[in-house]
């Protein structure tokens, strides 16, 4: 596959990461509008959330052996064929139980496409093109919750929810086109058993957990039930590590943590992911609650971090060959806290410009965090081990997104029972709360940074420079 070919595949797999990561959000400002059509409540209607997260959170793991049993370019077409698929059922919804389940099978799409695909682009690209692949391959993710609530906003307002999903279907359209156009059919299929036990109890633990995480909003109603789904979640959880780490042929190759830079990527993009992800969902509601904003408004305002995410973007490359993974990482680990921490300090009274310029900053080191974490997850792994890493990062990306969201609504839980157990208005204070809390949160993350070794990425850094 010449070059330019191959750029068409980063920029196809980006577009569907885009797409994955957008419909995990951008329903939330049209909850009201589709409850009303649905004759359900809100909460029911975000049930469609869950549905999507926990699909995804379930099946991703199995990503990496269909590919490498049926073949990467089949597998990645029939997944945007999938999710294009369920994004027209999902638009043509007349009931609650026909969106859940149109979700359902939009989140199977979703957790095929984007692990099978970054495999696809990272297995056919030379060290010196790592950096440059993973960042255009990350960036469209990590704008999608960002954009999301303002997109849906405006759709919602201007036209109907329906067409939050129509609008994948000639996205989804082009993506099949290309995929069979530019992709490759594999020539070695290999003929790995399946794991199923390795299946069962990972999409258990995975199951318990985002079912956990949506207990937690309601903690104080759900203890015995959240305390009972957590035990199922924790003994799941070691059943899984026990077996995919003895299995001849695991679901996904737990040796891979053996390896110093992809065990910190992924321990350090957990808690980075989780307490970023938790900004783009707060400052919204912020902006609604305190502010007094509108929905879309309030979406326009979170476009700041956008721009920031934008304005990294062309020299994190350039960064990260001057000066080292892990001294970029680790200084701009501490950048990103402090962004979070001046989230905590705005309010009404401060000058517009300013708020815009905290939420841009924000914006800039979360992309450089993010594509430095996801870049050296990948610098000392062998082009067999892409696969499993691969799904194995997804997991852990979706994961921390969901944790973002839940950890994010326990602080305001929190913090409004320590103000005032009898209110049910959440206050600005309540907000600097819970976002001083995401924010130490993020601190625990330093201490994965630190056990990166120093040359950590110099094979990939030094010849992208060259």
Same mark, same amino acid.
């Given at each position: ?5 191959? &750029? =068409?595949? *980063? @920029? =196809? ?71 294009? $698929?369920?994004?027209?059922?999902? $638009? ?14 939009? $989140?199977?799409?979703?957790? +095929? ?30 704008? #999608? ?12 307002? @201007?036209?109907?929810?329906?067409? *939050? ?7 989804? =359209? ?21 794991? @199923? ?6 999409? %258990? ?35 899984? @590590? ?10 996904? &190759?737990?040796? +891979? ?10 321990? #350090? ?15 919204? %509601? ?16 979170? !476009? ?5 995410? %934008? #304005? ?31 989230? #905590? ?34 610098? &000392?792994? =062998? ?8 799904? *194995? ?9 969901? %944790? ?41 993350? !330093? ?10 990425? &110099?094979? *990939? ?6």
């Amino acid at each position: 596959m010449n070059s330019k070919n191959f &750029d =068409l595949v *980063i @920029y =196809l797999v980006a577009a569907t990461f885009f797409m994955e990561n957008l419909d995990g959000t951008i329903i939330a400002t049209s909850l009201p509008s589709m409850a009303s059509d649905f004759g359900s409540s809100e909460i029911d209607v975000a049930s469609g959330m869950t549905s999507y997260l926990l699909t995804l959170a379930v099946l991703i793991p199995v990503s990496g052996w269909f590919s490498d049993r049926f073949g990467a370019r089949r597998i990645f077409t029939l997944a945007i064929a999938i999710f294009t $698929g369920a994004s027209i059922l999902c $638009g043509l919804s007349d009931s609650l139980s026909m969106f859940i389940l149109a979700r359902v099978l939009q $989140g199977v799409g979703g957790a +095929l496409m984007v692990p099978v695909g970054r495999a696809v682009v990272l297995r056919g690209t030379p060290k010196e093109g790592v950096i440059r692949a993973v960042a255009l391959i990350t960036w469209p993710g990590l704008i #999608a919750p960002v954009v999301g609530p303002a997109i849906g906003g405006f759709i919602t307002t @201007y036209a109907s929810w329906h067409w *939050i999903f129509f609008i994948n279907v000639p996205l989804g =359209l082009i993506g099949i086109f290309m995929s069979l156009s530019l992709l490759e059919q594999s020539q070695e299929i290999q003929q790995k058993p399946f794991d @199923y036990f390795g299946f069962i109890f990972s999409g %258990l633990a995975l199951a318990t957990f985002i079912y956990c995480l949506e207990l937690s909003h309601h903690f104080e109603r759900n203890l015995w039930l959240l305390l009972i789904t957590l035990s199922i979640c924790i003994i799941s959880a070691y059943l899984a @590590y026990r077996h995919l780490r003895i299995c001849e042929y695991p679901l996904m &190759d737990l040796k +891979l943590l053996d390896i110093p830079s992809f065990a910190v990527s992924i321990q #350090a993009g957990i808690i980075f992911r989780t307490t970023l992800s938790a900004v783009p969902f707060l400052m919204p %509601l912020l902006f609604q609650l305190a502010f007094g904003m509108d929905a879309f408004t309030a979406g326009l305002m979170v !476009l700041s971090i956008f721009v920031g995410n %934008l #304005a990294m973007k062309a020299v994190t490359s350039p960064i990260l060959h001057r000066f080292g993974f892990k001294r970029v990482m680790i200084i701009n680990g501490v950048l990103s806290i402090l962004s979070i921490i001046a989230c #905590a300090f705005i309010s009404p009274s401060m000058a517009l410009p300013i708020i815009l310029l905290i939420l841009f900053l924000n914006g800039i080191f979360r992309s450089m965090q993010f594509t430095s974490i996801n870049t050296i997850g990948f610098a &000392d792994l =062998l082009g067999k081990q892409i696969g499993s890493a691969s799904a *194995i990062t997804s997991t852990s990306m979706q994961l921390a997104n969901a %944790l973002g969201v839940a950890l994010a609504s326990l602080g305001l839980v929190l913090a409004q029972n320590l103000r005032d157990p009898q209110s049910t208005v959440l206050s600005l204070a309540d907000f600097q709360m819970s976002l001083v809390l995401i924010a130490l949160i993020s601190f625990t993350g !330093l201490f994965s940074l630190l056990k990166l070794p120093n040359h950590a990425g &110099d094979d *990939i850094r030094k010849n992208s420079g060259s």
